[in-house]
């Protein structure tokens, strides 16, 4: 059974996590993870996602939380974007050091039943 977007849901979400794990595999504009979650990382790869998809031509860049990143499998995470660095919301740390600025948002969805999925979204630089 396909995943189909529950009551409310924005499709436009499932249909942008269907086209990336359509992919044969990872690029160097789009990152799976399960659960990693290191604050310190994340803007690195914030940072290289959207490097590297300007560099091939992309929009932007994507790093998806809550997808297996050997067979794309679905499978829902516990990252959380609003947590904290400290005593800092994660959100405002990750901004306030990114730089150069770089604009990024983070999206939470769910696809039928299985646990939230979080998307980086980044724009390419």
């Not at 809550?66 to 405002?92: A, C, Q, R, Y």
Request: net charge negative; with cysteine.
């Amino acid at each position: 059974m396909p995943d189909e977007p529950r009551p409310g849901q924005d499709a436009r979400l499932v249909a942008l996590l269907h086209r990336l794990i359509a992919l044969p595999r990872e690029t160097e504009w789009v990152e799976f993870k399960e659960n990693f979650y290191k604050a310190e990382d994340i803007g690195q790869y914030i940072s290289a996602l959207a490097n590297s998809a300007a560099l091939g031509s992309q929009d932007k860049g994507y790093m998806v939380w809550g997808v297996s990143d050997t067979d794309h499998t679905i499978v829902g995470t516990t990252m959380d974007p609003h947590s904290k660095v400290g005593n800092e919301d994660f959100l405002n740390w990750l901004t306030r050091l990114l730089t150069p600025q770089i604009h990024f948002e983070f999206l939470e969805f769910k696809v039928c039943r299985v646990s939230p999925l979080v998307t980086c979204r980044s724009c390419a630089t």
